[in-house]
């Protein structure tokens, strides 16, 4: 396969990967890992070693972006009810925009633990802050991971 046209779908990858690590349905940082992997069959020459950091940095930061929100949300006291609450919140959120994917959590948690337990709306509030505050971390955490991984994508290309 061409050089170049490798090259460009690492960056495609790359793009597609840190657009990923917002929208929850695309696994960003294994795909931006995808790009490296692109750049190397191309002809890169990174170490055997890099190769598995980075494979092992995309898999840790996935399976903590999709366990963190459960811990939070338990951490913070919340039910069952609020962990759904919260996943379904991600999951309307896409529909609503930049706006909806960030406050999607919050409010899915917080009528998750409304409805499961009604009489205490500062507790329903806490958990659905440990719910934001998770997927705050999750994306942040997948950002500066794709970033990285981009960057290496970036350095090679050009």
């Known amino acids: 396969m061409d050089v170049t046209l490798l090259g460009i779908l690492a960056l495609v990858c790359a793009a597609v990967g840190v657009v990923g690590c917002i929208v929850p349905i695309l696994p960003g ?3 931006c890992y995808v790009g490296i992997l692109l750049c190397q069959w191309a002809g890169a020459e990174f170490s055997t070693q890099n190769l598995v950091v980075w494979a092992v940095l995309a898999a840790v930061v996935t399976v903590v972006d999709n366990f963190l929100p459960v811990w939070m949300t338990k951490r ?3 039910s069952k009810a609020a962990t759904r609450g919260s996943l379904i919140g991600i999951i309307v959120g896409l529909f609503a925009g930049p ?5 999607g959590p919050f409010f899915g948690a917080l009528i998750g633990e409304l409805t499961h337990n009604g009489s205490d ?3 329903a509030f806490k ?3 440990g719910s934001f505050a998770a997927f705050i971390c999750g994306t942040g955490l997948k950002l500066a991971a794709s970033a990285y991984l981009t960057w290496q994508i970036i350095q090679y290309v050009f």
């Open 76 to 78: 913070f006291g919340g």
């Open 121 to 123: 709306s500062a507790r």
């Open 29 to 31: 940082t294994p795909i």
């Open 99 to 103: 706006l909806g994917l960030i406050l």
């Open 127 to 129: 958990v659905a802050f």
